[in-house]
Nanobody, 122 residues
Framework: QLQLAESGGGLVQPGASLRLSCAVS????????MAWFRQAPGEDRDFVAA????????DYADSVRGRFTISRDNAKDTGYLQMNSVKSADTAVYYC???????????????WGPGTPVTVSS
């Protein structure tokens, strides 16, 4: 099984940049898809971005496309979400996830970190 742990969240001003990290540990049988989701109070856990096993392909939610960049460094067992030009609508708890199938659905991911909160406010 995998263990995931997010870090890098915090309070940032609108327009600022923030980089979230996802440290992955544990044994896997094959390379895994990595994704980021976020959940605001009273809302569903929504897809943010996903990246294929070796970073060949990425996908983004429309709400973050052009502002966020997902990446991974398999040698460091770490994934990243670079958040640029953040705005108040980005405020949420951000979760890192891993699974076998790229999907916008949270149900497709078997492994999750505990989340890291991001608050965008002046």
């Amino acid at each position: 099984q995998l263990q995931l742990a997010e870090s890098g969240g915090g309070l940032v001003q609108p327009g600022a940049s923030l980089r979230l990290s996802c440290a992955v540990s544990g044994r896997t049988f094959s390379p895994y898809i990595m994704a980021w989701f976020r959940q605001a109070p009273g809302e569903d856990r929504d897809f943010v971005a996903a990246i294929s096993q070796y970073g060949e392909n990425t996908d983004y939610a429309d709400s973050v496309r052009g502002r966020f960049t997902i990446s991974r460094d398999n040698a460091k067992d770490t994934g990243y979400l670079q958040m640029n030009s953040v705005k108040s609508a980005d405020t949420a708890v951000y979760y890192c996830a891993a699974g076998d199938w790229p999907s916008w659905s949270s149900r497709s991911y078997a492994y999750w970190g505990p989340g890291t909160p991001v608050t965008v406010s002046s």
